[in-house]
């Protein structure tokens, strides 16, 4: 009674706030305790993250259509400050910034949309979202209560908030959104910032100045359990959110992230969470109250150009989520998610109106039944990771471990979360078959100019102190110059010493790469020692230090140092005399020639070098250049660049990221290792489920069919900084492989499907009962059934997709009825 009776006013204040920016079909937005309510209806709100920047959008519609097709009805996406103003001052909102277009995309395909303005963002995204040259501003403290700080994250804020009201793209407004987020995480670290008074007035500040906008829908804070103002919603982000609730009463319970795996750094394998726990994750939230459940990622797309954050994150934001970098569905993630949003769609009114009642049946098992209209569902949990249970509701119903079961009339089971019906598809890629590569790619060549750099003449400035990199930058590079010279009495032999935060320096002495070294992830506090000799007079010493992503979470995070900040920097000699050069006047110039002039452009008039097709190779500060045949189709291009060492590819002129195949996964506990039961874990112990370790941490970069032109040469341009071997390089399509169905029962329809792409059934490989070793292309065993084989291969072979019922003439002839597996390639 008292959360309608909160509801009713904010009813009226929202839709009086919502008037001020009334437009046709206007949409009215409020809440209670129970859901988000929407022109007068609770609803429930599956909803997935898709980051406009981190895919083109050309393939937005794509991405937004398979959303709503597996059971989504709202996409959420951050807003990126410092893509939209790299400079201060200077905007894009130009091609995948092109932030109205995306959510006119949302618009059109009948989506609500969640609006994650921040601006910080996290996201693994380059310095959280926020642009560096904040740094330049006198007085600024990054998320704390000052006037600089707060001034510039109102008036970008205010830019964004104009811009979708000018677009009316605000529910009031007859647009797709219906909630708004500022800042982002700010409670778990608003403790460890120094200055419990200034942070408390500044998220404070933060949620006036946005209701200040009048932007007509609920504003959000995620993370925010403690200090929360009274005009905003907190809500939860984790793997795991069913045990958690608002601060208050009044607010529907909301799961702004549900990571659905987890991002991947370039020492690391690849995270995979299980489609069987993220439907328990869900389940659970909604048997326990939730209303609003957003997957973190839904796609997760590629970190373009060097929008990656970490430091150390890869170019690839795969995230193991339900659309794959290249928006590919995942099986049977996909499938097995859109079968409980069904479900739960089905079951709305009586979950955010009906009465509810938990009851305990023993440790770790709940029945909760829910009550409307004369209507009634159920939800049956077991959270043992060690043991199945019988629960007696209506009948006997076996629920295995760590698994929520679903009965939608309280008798039947129709959904349970660690039963999987739905395929597996296995994507494999594809040698290009418009030319035959690598042998067809000829490749030319052009060193980086380094001789301007090679002394410390014409520099930006000069200091005489070694100066942290992102200050001094304003992160308009990932490379940094200091450049020194000093006078020496006759030849001599020393070591080169320098202390760098790094995250990676070379090191040259009178024009000669002397050592290069760079930081373990983690640590970026290293060293580089490596002998030098001196020359009798002026000897100089040029340090090219390098940035792979700056820090984007963390209390403080921005203050943490990049560059040689302070060095020292020294020259040791052999009998334990040293030279320090820290105090030394220091030239300091940002970026490389080669950006300067945009080599990656390939503008008429550069002087591209090939001798009989024979290019130097393990040359480090290299550009080169090949061109390509586009490959047919449609499906998603990928370039393999194993070979190459570190450095950074375009094709046509567009970024496809830093590239770093040389870097190694690394060898960790769960490489071996899978089993849906348990929480799962990204850090610490416990963690399993991770594919490609010890093999190259990416080797594959993605190439959107927008970079493409078809019919005509493409062009690829590598900057390969540390020395590698392009001559390998070739693109590759990639689509669905083997696909499989394991463990059907007689009654179950079962659905095969390639994807579209024209990618039909060529055979059906297995028919069987009892396979019980192997996976989805490679099992082993079992009984074929003739009977299942001769069905499916009639049904399927040369189609797109089909389904058959597995019944029980699919058993005799030697074999058992049970469950069948069928696999067929694609």
């Known amino acids: 009674m008292a959360a309608g009776m909160l509801a009713l006013p904010l009813l009226v204040v929202l839709a009086a706030a919502a008037a001020a920016i009334t437009a046709c ?162 409670g778990n670290i608003m403790g460890k910032l120094n200055n419990n008074q200034s942070a408390s007035q500044y998220i404070h500040w933060c949620a006036d100045m946005a209701n200040k906008q009048k932007v007509g829908v609920p504003w959000i804070m995620c993370q925010q359990d403690d200090d929360v103002p009274d005009n905003v919603i907190n809500t939860c982000n984790g793997f795991y959110c069913h045990d958690w609730f608002p601060n208050r009463t009044g607010i529907p319970k909301i799961w702004t992230e549900n990571w659905t795996g987890w991002f991947k750094a370039w020492d690391k394998p690849d995270f995979h969470r299980s489609a069987e726990d993220i439907a328990f994750a869900v389940a659970m939230f909604f048997q326990k109250r939730g209303s609003v459940q957003n997957y973190y990622m839904y796609h997760g797309g590629t970190n373009f150009g060097r929008t990656s954050g970490g430091p150390y994150i890869t170019t690839s934001y795969d995230y193991d989520a339900p659309l794959d970098e290249y928006g590919n569905i995942r ?138 990199q992102i200050a001094t930058s304003t992160d308009q590079s990932d490379y940094l110059w200091y450049r020194t010279s000093l006078e020496h009495k006759g030849e001599g032999s020393y070591n080169l010493y320098v202390n760098t935060t790094g995250h990676e320096i070379y090191a040259f002495v009178n024009g000669e790469l002397v050592g290069q070294n760079h930081s373990a992830n983690g640590e970026f506090v290293f060293q580089l020692e490596t002998p030098v000799k001196l020359n009798s007079g002026k000897n100089y010493i040029s340090l090219l230090s390098g940035t792979v992503g700056l820090k984007n979470y963390g209390p403080l995070f921005e203050l943490m140092p990049a560059g040689i900040a302070g060095g020292p920097v020294k020259l040791v000699g052999t009998n334990g005399t040293a030279i320090d050069l820290t105090n030394s006047s220091w030239s300091y110039k940002s970026g490389l020639a080669g950006e300067h002039r945009q080599i990656h452009l390939d503008k008429v008039g550069y002087k591209w070098q090939s001798h009989n097709s024979s290019i130097p190779v393990n040359r480090p500060f290299t550009w080169y250049k090949t061109t390509f045949a586009a490959p047919a189709g449609q499906e998603a291009v990928v370039v393999d660049l194993l070979g190459l060492n570190k450095g950074t590819a375009w094709v046509n002129g567009n970024s496809l990221g830093r590239y770093w195949p040389s870097y190694t996964a690394a060898e960790m506990d769960g490489c071996h290792v899978c089993d849906y039961r348990g929480k799962f874990k990204a850090e610490g112990d416990g963690i399993r489920c991770l594919t490609g370790c010890g093999e190259p941490s990416q080797r594959y970069y993605h190439v959107p069919r927008a970079f493409l032109r078809a019919g005509e040469p493409n062009t690829l341009v590598l900057f390969e900084e540390a020395g590698g071997d392009p001559t390998r390089a070739a693109f590759h399509t990639v689509g669905v492989g083997p696909v499989c169905v394991a463990g059907a029962e007689a009654g179950d329809d079962v659905t095969l499907s390639c994807g579209g792409h024209g990618r039909v059934v060529t055979s059906v490989d297995v028919a069987s009962f009892g396979v019980a070793r192997g996976s989805c292309g490679a099992f082993e065993g079992g009984c074929e059934s003739k009977a299942a084989l001769k069905a499916f291969t009639a049904a399927c072979v040369g189609k797109e997709s089909c389904t058959v019922k597995h019944t029980a003439a699919f058993a005799g002839a030697g074999c058992e009825s049970g469950k069948l597996t069928v696999q067929v390639t694609c």
């Open 331 to 468: 099986q049977p993630k996909y499938g097995h998610l859109k079968e409980l949003h069904s479900l739960l769609k089905s079951m709305e009114k009586v979950l955010v109106h009906g009465e509810y009642n938990d009851t305990s049946y023993g440790k770790n098992v709940t029945v909760t039944k829910y009550t409307y209209g004369g209507s009634s569902v159920c939800f049956i949990n077991n959270q043992f990771d060690d043991r199945d249970v019988n629960v007696t509701l209506g009948g006997t119903h076996l629920v295995p471990a760590w698994s929520v079961s679903i009965l939608p009339d309280c008798k039947t089971v129709a959904y349970n979360t660690a039963k999987i019906k739905t395929q597996t598809s296995v994507m494999v890629k594809k040698e290009n078959t418009v030319e035959k590569e690598p042998e067809a790619l000829k490749w030319s060549w052009m060193p980086e100019n380094l001789r301007p750099f090679m002394t410390d003449d014409r520099g930006s400035f000069r200091q005489k102190q070694l100066l942290e």
């Open 25 to 186: 079909g206007a949409t009215t937005v409020a809440y209670n305790d129970r859901a988000v309510v929407i022109d007068g209806q609770r609803r429930i709100i599956l909803s997935g993250s898709i980051h406009y920047p981190r895919s083109t959008p050309q393939m937005w519609p794509d991405l937004i259509r398979k959303a709503k097709e597996g059971g989504l009805n709202t996409i959420e996406t951050y807003v990126f400050w410092n893509g939209h103003e790299p400079r201060r001052g200077q905007y894009n909102f130009e091609g995948n910034y092109d932030i109205v277009r995306f959510f006119k995309e949302i618009q059109n395909a009948g989506m609500y949309a969640i609006l994650r303005i921040g601006p910080y963002i996290c996201g693994e995204w380059n310095y959280g979202g926020l642009p560096a040259w904040l740094r330049d501003i006198p007085g600024m403290q990054f998320r704390l209560h000052n006037e600089p700080f707060e001034r510039e994250m109102e008036t970008f804020t205010t830019l964004i908030v104009n811009k979708m009201k000018d677009a009316k793209m605000f529910a009031g407004q007859g647009g797709p959104i219906i909630l708004a987020q500022i800042e982002n995480e700010y």
